[in-house]
Structures are given as structure tokens and as C-alpha cells.
């Protein structure tokens, strides 16, 4: 199916055109972020604003504790929460489709031996283990990214390995055998691009919770502290006792900003199904 | 000496086994040979094993037992051996909405066997690989063939689907095709037009052609022999004529006469369905169903106790008229008297 | 508003047009299709893919999607299912007629037992009856579709194709319509599991007396056991008639061409001789001008584009062709 009629099929999913119209306002912001907000407005020794002030007199939500501006924080804060989100995912998807594929595709030990490390992977509670890996690896950017793409490409595999089987047994695989085709030749053209729309639906829903993900992290001060996250912020806000000086416009803002895009994403990843389904495709 | 078939079987068999862990024979002992721009039609109902039995004569299922053989040699399992069998012998499978994949277009889907076997660098007569595909969709009805090209299946009929499906056989120049049902799930004013393509194949290409199909029908349109297949073995085998206008074995006879188009038999319509592949019956497979067993006729010629303990042999492919039936042995004496007069 | 009922018709389509409102525009399934159904009586529709019979089943028990229009009368003892109240039409719906899906292994809850899925449309018609009553009907009916009582036991996937369309029929038979519709009740079955369902669809009509419209694309297994039958093509019947009439002497073209799609065995003139048509069926979306039949016709003249030929009497049955009887 092209792209022009998976476009035309995926307009007329009124939840993802909302959903992806959200994501593209969200991008913009983290790109021109630079243009939206001075970057020195979120240094600390350069803050402007009184110490957690309410909206209003030129702030539209606010200060944080150290008077900078929560507008431009949150502006800043999209990038690392939008870049770790998805760098982390595109581990977690790269290991996770190659690891499902194998799985799915081959037979004997090995693949079972992918299938039950998966397996094992997909039962890791989270939060356990990215505590450790954290404290092992220490409070990075990249260890984060790391930490959620090795906890998170389990699913993934799960989702591309069961595809997989379904699609190996599927006429026009055969007939790529019997046509004289290798295991290679029928996985990388036959197998492969069948379940790369599926791996696309994924990914878009991968993404939201990686983004849920780091903000936990950073929210639970396993983040960088020298970066500016909507988690980061949520754990400062926290930190500063908002919850009970009534300070709403630290804590609601950062975490709406989260839902927003966890929405979003997912309305997208949904129409995206729904866009590839193999059942509504051979009508 | 004469020449050997072009692809035989020498006492196939496949067994697989169950998740129960019983062993299930889906194909019990089988003879058969094709010669060379023959049309033979393997006939029988789902569970008779004739779709295990082309699929093995394809190399896509190795037989547990017996073997087949490609011009007198046996067939090698090997990638190679393989890739050499299919070059010569091709089949176009069951499920023809299936077997296109759906994100490739018609073209890509009848390059692919030329692709794969390298074909535009070996033809010689500078023929692009563009020239090959359109000559096999051409071939195969598809006229004209450049106006299909970028399609993809979803945008076919049912008709134009399968022969795409024959285009990318055809393009392999085999020598021989295995069409499994052609045409059972297509629209009935088009069947006509598949089977004289079929037929087309062996008169303008000289190529072989054995159908698989429940369809005795189809097998009168457009075979040369017959070979009808119940749990897994061939009861009864011959030319066309031989086995539909002159049907000996009880089966055969059956199924014959509640084909709606027949107005020379009586229907009988067997009661049950084809027993389980893991649980074969003992002596003659057909026996628990069989009508001239159960009317009697087995009985007076005494051989209704051979029909329940006695196992029949494999039939041979010899090309003669050919049944597996006590109750037929017992009366050939009686036939061969009438024939002699 | 009462129906009298002024005639004993169990099923009567009057002048049924089904268009189907797409992105793409108006798409007519189903142009002005007659058709009566009498009790006792087998009557046979014979068309292939797009002629627009589903379409037409559908709209029997007001099933047809909710993008279809329908014109004309469906009337179902008596009343037209698709005008009446949703009470009556329940009440209609499986006690009133009742249908026998085509695709028995999709039409089968998996995950239940075949002997609750016969027993869920009693349930339903007659909440108040013990379970006791319940279970011996369902016994009853899967003896009478020739299955063992212990039967009812058993999910789907432990049945065979034709154990499963025994099932289906047994279904239909649960709240003891009068109207029974099957659609391509026999197709994807082997030969003799097909002569087995035909033989005991040919006993039920005899032993209830209750109307039977069986769908089907092959016109030999309509032959074997209809009273009348009905060719459709592009949404349009073509011809309809005594079925032995139909089937040994067509009239239209096109019924010409479906029963000979199918050869007589031993005819030696069928030797190396598949009869078929060129082309496809016609697409509903793009019909050709005229006669719709006419672009495969062996026998199609200009006159056939220029308006779509009515059904006129030809030797005594109703026939849509302007050179009906014609050999080419």
C-alpha cells in the first residue's frame, strides 16, 4: 500500500488527524524553542520572576522557586522529553523487531532462547530495575535512554514476534519458496515488510510511554539534574513542597504538558492500526 | 528402454504426527507418474491427501517414505536440488487471494521467480526482465500485460488474480505446473476460461499439467488421466474416460453419481465423512463406508472378509486401468470373459 | 396499519432495489428484483460474485448495512421487515424466518458450545421457558439435522465442515420459522458432504412443509433440489422458471453460459471443452450501458446497449433478453 493511500486512509481517522495535529504543535515548540523562549530565561543566576509567584504580570503561568518563567521551562523541557522519548524508543524498536523476527521466524533453540528472554524481560518490573540501572550507570541522559530502551523493547518483540508467525504462514510466503526463495529472500521480502506497519503503529505508541517513562524517572530524581524535563520539573515542584504551598501552576502545567503528548501519541499510534490492519486491507 | 515419467512417486508416503502425540498417515503409499505434456487430475475430497501428495511432489513436504523422482533421478532436498527441481516443475497453490503479497505489485510478484533464478542474464536473446514478465502475464490471458503492472492485488478479480499466479509460474518456463483447486474459488462463468488457459499451456508450450481438485468435472474438461485418491492412497487410476464412463471402484462410483451433472448412475450418497488420517481403517480403508459391503454384494462374492482384515496393495502407475478393490479383483475373471466375447 | 395477509406468500419482494450510499457515490446492488417464496416450495437464487444476492438476503430480516437504501416491498408473512416496528421485527427475526449464513466456521461462536449457540435464539424468543425444555428442543434438533444429541457438547472447531453447516441448519431450525434462507449453504464442502446437506435440506422442507430460498452459484446443485429458480446478474433477475426448465433449457445467455460452466460427465463433446465467458462480472460501481451482460454476451448486438431489456415471456417463464432462446 503506498503512501499516498495509507495518507487518505489515515485522514479520515478524525482521532489521529487530532492526535497528530497535537504532535506536530508539540514538535514545533521543542524545535523552535530557541525562537519561543530566550534560553537565558531558564538559567537560574539570570531568572527574572519573583520566587514562586502565581500567574500573572507578564508570567502566563507563573515562576518556578527560582523566579524563572514556567512557560519558558515547559517550552525547553519538550525537547529532552520528546528527544529521550524517542531516542529510547528507537533502541527499544531496533532490538525489539530484530529480536521478534528472529524469534518468529526461525526454528530450534535459538529462537526459542530469544523467546524466553523476552519473556523474562517482559516480566522486569520497570521501576525496580531502572532504579539499579540508574544508580549503576549513573544520572545521565544517555543512561536514561539506555535504561528505557533495555526495559522497554520486550513488548515490542512480543507484538513483532506473534506478527511474525502469522505472516510465515501465510500463502505468498510459501509461494516465495516454492518460487526457489531462501529463509533470507522470504523474511527480508516477503516477512519484513508486512510486519513493518504493525512495528509503525507500535513504535508511534512506544514513544508515549518512554515519554511517561523518563518523566517518571526524572520525577523520582533518577534524571540529569542539570537538564530541564517536564519530569525534572515535576520533581522540583515536589521538591519545593508545591503540592502543599498550593503552587498549581508548577505541577499541573508540566503534567498536562505529559498527558498531552502521551495522547497524542497513542490517538496516532491507534489510527495507525487501525490504517494497517491486514483484515480491513484484503477487503 | 522407455523414457522414464517425467516426475513419479514410488511408494510416497507422509506421516506426521498429531498434538495428541498419534501418528496420522496423510498419505499412505502412493504410486504415480507423469509423462511428459501429460494432464493428469488427482481427484478425491478434503482429507484424501491429495493436496500432501503435491505438495510433496514439489519438494515442498519431504515424504517420510518412498520417494519421488524427477526424470528417473531422485529428488535432492538440498537448497540447490531444490532450486534446480523448481526451475522445472512449479505450482500455483490453493489459496489464490493469499498467495500474492499484498504490498507487492502484479509485476514485482511475476519478477520474482525470474529474479530469483537469475534468468534475464541467462536467456540470451537480450530480452530485458521487463520483456519476460509481460510475456508471462501475456501468456497467461492477460492482455494488455503493461496495464497491470503497477497494480496490486486488492485491485484484482478473482479471475485476473489467479492468472497472475499462473504468470509467475509460467515465467520459470517449467516444464511441468501443479495447479492445487484452480478454480473452486472462483465465479463459475470464468472457470471455463482458467481450465482452456490450462489446456492452452500443454498444446502451445508443451507443458505438463496435474490438477489437484475435487471437481470430477474439471477433470473431464481437461485431463488425459485420473487418479482418485481416499485416505491417503489412489483407489482407483486411469484415463479419463476409462474412470469416469467406466467406473469400477465403489468410491469412485459414489462420488461419481452425486455429482449433479451425471445422469448415467444412480445416487448414492455415502453416509459419515472421511475417517480421521490417525485412525485408518483396518483392510480396505473404504470398507466401513462402502455401499456394495453393506447391500451385500462384497458378501455374495465372498470377499466381504477380505474387504475388513485384508490391506490392499499400492496400486502400480503403469498407465492401464488400474483399482484397488477386492469386490473388482474378484469379479475380473467375470469382465475379462465379457470382453473376450 | 394491518398487512392482510391477501396472499399465502411466505417471502414476497416486490420490486426490491438495495443502493448502497459509498464515499465513491451511489452504488446499485440490487435494481427491482420479484421474487415470491410459497410454502413447501424450494425456490432457487443463482447468481456469482457482485450479482447482488447477499444484498438482497440481507434485507430479508432488515439486516442490510446501515449505508444501504432499500426500495420496494420486503414483505415477510405478510409484513415488510423493513418499514415495521423494531418489536414486531424481533418477533419476525429467527421465529418468523431465519437464515443459514454462508461460512459456517465464521458464523460459529468459537468459544462456545455448539449445543448453547443452537439454544441462545430459543432463549431469546421465549425468555420463560425451563432449561430443561430448553435442552430437549436443542437435542431434538440436532437428531433432526442427523447429528448425535451428545453433540451439543462440542465446540466448533471439534466439528467437521459438514458437522458445522449441520449446526447452522439446525440454528435456523430452532424457533420453527416458516421462511428458511440459505445462502451458499454448500459451497466450500466436498461433493459428498454437499449431497448429504442437499438430501437433508430436500427431507426438512418435506417433513415442516416451510418455504425454503437457497442462494447459490452453482446452478447444478440449485437443479438437484429447487422447485423454481431465479438467475441474477448485476443486481437484476435475468431469468426464473421451473427449475428442471431453467437448467435443461436456458433461455438467457447468461444462464446458458452457468450451466454449462459445469460439464455433463461422459458427454464426449465436453472433452478438452471448457465453456466459459470472457471478461469478469460486471463491477456494481461501473455498470456498462444497456444490457449489463451484454460486454461477455456471445450473442450481443447493438440493440442490447442501448436499454437494459425487460423481462419479457419467453415459452412461458420470464426472460431479460432481447434474443432469448437464440443459440449463437
Known sequence: MGAKRTWASFRSHRSGLFGLGLLTFFILIAIFAPLLADPESIEVTKATGGVLEPPGGGYLLGTDENGRSIVALLIWGSRISLFVGMLATLIAMVIGTLVGLASGFFEGWPARLLYRLTEWFLVIPFVPLAIVLATVLGRSLINIVIVIGITGWASTAMLIRSQTLSIRERPYVERARLLGAGRWHQMTRHVLPNVMPMVFANTTLTVALAILAETTLSFLGLGDPTRISWGTMLDAAFGVGAMTTGAWWYIVPPGVCVVLVVLAFTLVGQALEEVFNPRLRER | MAEPPFLEARDLGVEFTTRSGASARALDGVHLSVQRGEILAIVGESGSGKTTLARTLIGLQAPTSGEVLLEGAPLKYSMRGLRALRRRVQMVLQDAAGSLNPRQTVYESVAEGIRLHGLVDRSGEQRSEADLVAAALSEAGLRPPERLFLRYPHELSGGQKQRVLIAGALALRPELILADEPVSSLDASIRGEILALLLKLRQDLGMGVVVVTHDLGLAWNIADRIAVMYLGRVVECGTTEEVLSRPRHPYTKALLSVVPEIDYLEPVVLTGEIPDPSRIPDGCRFHPRCPQLANGEADAAGVADDCRTVALPVLPADGNHRVACHLDAANEPMRAQRARE | ?328
Not at chain 3, 153 to 175: E, F, K, N, W
Open chain 3, 1 to 328: 396499519m394491518t398487512e392482510t395477509l391477501s396472499t399465502s406468500h411466505l417471502l414476497d419482494l416486490r420490486d426490491v432495489s438495495v443502493t448502497y450510499r459509498t464515499s465513491e457515490g451511489r452504488l446499485p446492488a440490487v435494481r427491482g428484483v420479484d421474487l415470491t417464496v410459497s410454502p413447501g416450495e424450494v425456490v432457487g437464487l443463482a447468481g456469482e460474485s457482485g450479482c447482488g444476492k447477499s444484498t438482497l438476503v440481507s434485507t430479508v430480516l432488515r439486516l442490510q448495512p446501515t449505508s444501504a437504501e432499500v426500495a420496494g416491498e420486503v414483505l415477510v408473512l405478510g409484513q415488510d421487515v423493513q418499514t415495521i416496528s423494531w418489536g414486531k421485527l424481533r418477533a419476525v427475526r429467527w421465529a418468523g424466518a431465519s437464515i443459514v449464513f454462508q461460512g459456517a466456521l465464521h458464523s460459529l461462536n468459537p468459544v462456545q458450545r455448539v449445543g448453547k449457540q443452537i439454544a441462545e435464539p430459543i432463549q431469546v424468543h421465549e425468555p420463560n421457558l425451563p432449561k430443561d425444555v430448553v435442552e430437549k428442543r436443542v437435542e431434538e434438533l440436532l437428531e433432526q439435522v442427523g447429528l448425535a444429541p451428545g453433540r451439543k457438547r462440542s465446540y466448533p472447531h471439534q466439528l467437521s465442515g459438514g458437522q458445522r453447516q449441520r449446526v447452522m441448519i439446525a440454528m435456523a431450525l430452532a424457533c420453527k420459522p416458516q421462511l428458511i434462507v440459505a445462502d451458499e449453504p454448500t459451497t466450500a464442502l466436498d461433493v459428498m458432504v454437499q449431497a448429504q446437506i442437499l438430501d437433508l435440506m430436500k427431507d426438512l422442507v418435506r417433513e415442516l412443509g416451510v418455504g425454503l430460498l437457497i442462494i447459490s452459484h452453482d446452478l447444478s446443485v440449485l437443479a438437484d433440489i429447487c422447485d423454481r429458480v431465479a438467475v441474477m446478474y448485476a443486481g437484476r433477475i435475468v431469468e426464473s422458471g421451473a427449475a428442471d426448465q431453467v437448467f435443461s433449457d436456458p433461455l438467457h445467455p447468461y444462464t446458458k453460459a452457468l450451466s454449462g460452466a459445469f460439464p455433463r460427465i461422459g458427454d464426449p463433446a465436453a472433452r478438452y471443452a471448457p465453456a466459459g465467458l470472457k471478461g469478469d462480472p460486471p463491477d456494481p460501481r461501473h455498470l456498462p450501458p444497456g444490457c449489463s451482460f451484454a460486454p461477455r454476451c456471445p450473442l450481443a448486438i447493438d440493440e442490447c446497449s442501448a436499454a437494459e431489456p425487460p423481462l419479457v415471456e419467453v415459452a412461458g417463464r420470464p426472460v431479460a433478453c432481447i434474443r432469448a432462446g437464440e443459440h449463437g
